[in-house]
């Protein structure tokens, strides 16, 4: 089926044209994200995390400061067939092994069965943009915030807000990947 998907990194509008895999009809997809108080995964700390699927039934907040469980979030990673997250292969991930200990197997796993829209058009086209662009340029509700006032929040403890925010990001990045049809279903190895 074709498809088509607008991103713009400069702010002139392009269309990534793509045929959608037969293997991604009707897979379940399970968006993420994190928030951080900074970008060092030796120094700061994960302070929210949230999971998102709404073919199975999916929508968890973690908030760590106030029970969140992280073995909870990783299992639902692992159960995911398939998963989703904005800059999730170069941020989300390496951040939660280094942080929290994942062995590379278990984020290999991950990273095998991610869809990453920033990540593919990285690799493709040599191009970047922010998640709020690809929202806007697809006609999807914007962020609502931003990462450094997400560091804010969680320094002010305005947890409810943080995993309001988190939420949003990953219900948008779920809809990005389902306009796109799964885009950039990852490879099986």
């Known amino acids: 089926m074709k498809r088509r998907l607008v991103f713009s990194h400069d702010g002139r509008r392009r269309e990534w044209r793509y045929t959608t895999p037969a293997s991604g009809g009707g897979v379940p997809v399970l968006a993420f994200d994190i928030e951080t108080t900074g970008l060092d995964a030796e120094t700061c700390e994960v302070t929210c995390a949230c999971a998102y699927d709404p073919d199975r039934g999916v929508e968890r907040s973690f908030v760590f400061s ?97 995993a309001e925010y988190c939420m949003h990001d990953t219900k948008m990045t779920h809809a990005a990947v389902t306009l796109a049809g799964g885009m950039l279903l990852p490879r099986r190895v």
């Open 66 to 162: 106030q029970g969140g469980d992280p073995v909870e979030f990783m299992a639902l990673l692992d159960d995911a067939p398939l998963l989703c997250a904005f800059n999730g292969v170069r941020f989300d991930l390496p951040f939660l092994a280094r942080r929290w200990g994942v062995p590379d197997e278990k984020v290999g796993s991950w990273v095998r069965k991610m869809v990453d829209p920033f990540e593919g058009c990285k690799l493709a086209l040599g191009q970047t943009f922010s998640l709020n662009r690809l929202l806007s340029e697809n006609g999807l509700p914007v962020k609502t915030s931003s990462g450094l006032e997400a560091v804010k929040m969680a320094k002010e403890g305005r947890w409810g807000e943080l």
